[in-house]
């Protein structure tokens, strides 16, 4: 529907009266609430009378206090049990960490002397003199040689064994 000057009038008279954009909409009929939104912009109305809402502030929901009880490590479910994680009782020994290994001058590899067989696992700290990349054979479809692709990529299973101890 076009904008005529009664129904610019009435949005007008709705829009002093502190109407919602979509109550308006809703009552002119054949509008969007962005319709009305865009017209209010063009015909430069503000000045709007308070809503019917309270101008207070909405008192803050406290959460009862919780039972006293022991924390647990099994998530609570809602719905369907089949989703529940599921996890060992007892966890199995961490791995001991993978060194860091000494690269010979010979082998190692700068920015500029990377190939694309060559492993690129940074080595120390980019700003240093002495950063550099471990460039030992990678293979063909690994960024990495095999030592830092083990470091690289773990096991899902063992990142969220490793979490759930380091923060539990």
């Known amino acids: 529907m076009a904008w005529n000057d009664e129904r610019v009038e009435l949005l007008k008279k709705l829009w002093a009266d502190g109407l919602s954009a979509s109550q308006i909409a809703g009552r002119l009929g054949g509008v969007t609430r962005n319709a009305v939104i865009g017209k209010v912009h063009r015909?430069?109305?503000?000045?709007?009378?308070?809503?019917?809402?309270?101008?207070?502030?909405?008192?803050?929901?406290?959460?009862?206090?919780?039972?006293?009880?022991?924390?647990?490590?099994?998530?609570?479910?809602?719905g369907n049990l089949a989703l529940k994680p599921e996890y060992e009782s007892e966890p199995e020994p961490l791995s001991a960490p993978v060194q860091e290994l000494v690269i010979p001058m010979h082998e190692r590899a700068s920015i500029l002397t990377l190939k694309e067989s060559m492993c690129r696992w940074p080595i120390g700290d980019p700003g240093d003199e002495e950063f550099h990349f471990c460039g030992?054979?990678?293979?063909?479809?690994?960024?990495?040689?095999?030592?830092?692709?083990?470091?690289?990529?773990?096991?899902?299973?063992?990142?969220?064994?490793?979490?759930?101890?380091?923060?539990?």
Request: hydrophobic letters at 25%.
């Open 43 to 78: 015909l430069g109305l503000s000045g709007r009378a308070t809503s019917s809402r309270s101008s207070s502030p909405r008192p803050r929901r406290t959460q009862a206090p919780r039972q006293h009880r022991a924390p647990s490590l099994v998530f609570a479910t809602r």
């Open 136 to 168: 030992r054979n990678a293979g063909s479809s690994m960024p990495y040689c095999e030592h830092h692709a083990r470091m690289a990529y773990q096991p899902a299973q063992a990142r969220r064994r490793e979490k759930r101890f380091a923060t539990g």
